[in-house]
């Protein structure tokens, strides 16, 4: 997973919906040692679910130290913070996909996969 952090990437993470606790964490890896979302899941939860019924729904938010992407399915979220100056765009297509192919609810390990193949496909078109 080392490329992954290489390639910017700083964590993944996907935040569910608990009908009675509220947001919640179903899973995170942070790959630099300091990202984490676990203290502001409902913070985040809010940020980007708070137009879906609207179909105004960000796709990502710029931070001073970081960019988060996000795509949902239904009300699970998969959220990726890169680092500043990473492609977005690249990496919203990568979520969208992965959260498409596990129908919103990809493992930690699928995930990391699939997202480790993406970035490696990628590093090879650009070489």
Known sequence: MES???YG????????????????LKWETSLDGETSVKD?????YTM???G?????LPKAIVFEDKNVVVSSYKYNLLCLFLKRGVDIES???YAESIMNK????PSKLSC???LAARVNQFWKKNQ
């Open 40 to 44: 502001m899941i409902a913070e985040f």
């Open 9 to 24: 990437l700083k964590a993944v993470a996907l935040i569910g919906m608990d009908q009675e606790y509220g947001p919640m």
């Open 112 to 114: 990391l996969r699939s």
């Open 52 to 56: 879906m019924h609207r179909d105004i």
């Open 48 to 50: 980007f679910m708070v």
């Open 91 to 93: 990496f919203m297509t």
């Open 4 to 6: 992954l952090k290489d």
């Open 102 to 105: 596990y129908s919103g609810n």
